[in-house]
């Protein structure tokens, strides 16, 4: 089954990081350029992030620039959000998402790793 | 940035069929996707580039786009579709938006 597993949420202070960590199986991670969306309590779904297939091209939110850096290896079939200067607002669900080729639309997606800013 | 407007809920009968809009300058010139959220759940595509459904999405749900205002429609509403949705599209300064979502209630 082809599956996205998240991991590294936690509890962090205002201004503090963290790393989250998307696990991908049962297909070609290679091939499929990948996002990060995030969803605040009671909120509506947030793009946070995209990059493509080699790394090569990166996309941020406005919201996140300078502060979040997305990476992946292809090698261990692997996504990651580097989050630092982390605020009271990043307080989410974030989830990965897989782009159907061509189309973009976001196909497959984790079970979210929830990320709590606060002191 | 660009925005997407959608009407927070919309009621529907058992076996009727609900529209959700989704309102955007000129949307019609971008592809749209659009998203099923249950409580507790991720979300899950059930239409993209603005009519094409994924593999195991029932012919129940379709999808239009045309001049400021893409449209998921439900067709013989069952209670299982009750859930958030939410439109989505790529903006020209190369950021994805998501429209404001809109809540589903089967009465």
């Known amino acids: 089954e082809v599956q996205l597993v998240e991991s590294g949420g936690g509890l962090v202070q205002p201004g503090g990081s963290l790393r989250l960590s998307c696990g991908v199986s049962e297909f070609t991670f290679s091939s499929y350029s990948m996002n990060w969306v995030r969803q605040a309590p009671g909120k509506g779904l947030e793009w946070v992030s995209y990059i493509s297939t080699s790394g090569s091209t990166i996309y941020y939110a406005d919201s996140v620039r300078g502060r979040f850096t997305i990476s992946r290896d292809n090698a261990k079939n692997s996504l990651f959000l580097e989050m630092n200067s982390l605020r009271d607002e990043d307080t989410a669900i974030y989830y990965c998402a897989r782009d159907l080729p061509r189309y973009y639309g976001m196909d497959v997606w984790g079970q979210g790793t929830t990320v709590t800013v606060s002191s | 940035s660009y925005v997407l407007t959608q009407a927070p809920s919309v009621s529907v009968a058992p076996g009727q069929t609900a529209r959700i809009t989704c309102g955007g300058n000129?949307?019609?010139?971008?592809?749209v996707h659009w998203y099923r959220q249950k409580p507790g759940q991720a979300p899950v595509l059930v239409i993209y580039?603005?009519?094409y459904r994924p593999s195991g999405i029932p012919e129940r749900f379709s999808g239009s786009n045309s001049g400021n205002t893409a449209t998921l429609t439900i067709s013989r509403v069952e209670a299982g579709d009750e859930a958030d949705y939410y439109c989505q599209v790529w903006d020209s300064s190369n950021q994805r938006v998501f429209g404001t979502g809109t809540k589903v209630t089967v009465l």
């Open positions: 000129n949307i019609a010139s971008k592809s």
């Open positions: 580039y603005d009519t």
